[in-house]
């Protein structure tokens, strides 16, 4: 069973750096691809970023030059480092693996 739980999240100032951690189990890791979401209150759940098997990566153009994503396979972790973050940031964060949701971590970017 793949289980998937987030960390990092906090409140931080406008222009202040987070990075978010996402811990997975019941998998082989290094052989898969996953992603990062988020979700504001109220509106529909929005892709982030992603990463392949290999390391490729892609990222929503809102976030491009900010965030990056990344993964250590011999950690079964992959990694979201968001910097000059804007309070239009804030939502709550989940890692993703097809089916597979962790619980979320909260970031709020205050002003």
């Known amino acids: 069973q793949v289980q998937l739980v987030e960390s990092g999240g906090g409140l931080v100032q406008t222009g202040g750096s987070l990075r978010l951690s996402c811990a997975a189990s019941?998998?082989?890791?290094?052989?898969?691809?996953f992603n990062w979401y988020r979700q504001i209150p109220g509106k529909q759940r929005e892709w982030v970023a992603s990463?392949?098997?290999?390391?490729?990566?892609n990222l929503v153009d809102s976030v491009k030059g900010r965030f990056t994503i990344s993964r250590d396979n011999a950690k079964n972790t992959v990694y979201l480092q968001m910097n000059s973050l804007k309070p239009g940031d804030t939502a709550v964060y989940y890692c993703?693996?097809?089916?597979?949701w962790g619980q979320g971590t909260l970031v709020t970017v205050s002003s």
């Open positions: 993703n693996h097809l089916n597979t």
């Open positions: 019941g998998i082989i890791f290094s052989a898969y691809a």
């Open positions: 990463i392949g098997s290999r390391g490729t990566t």
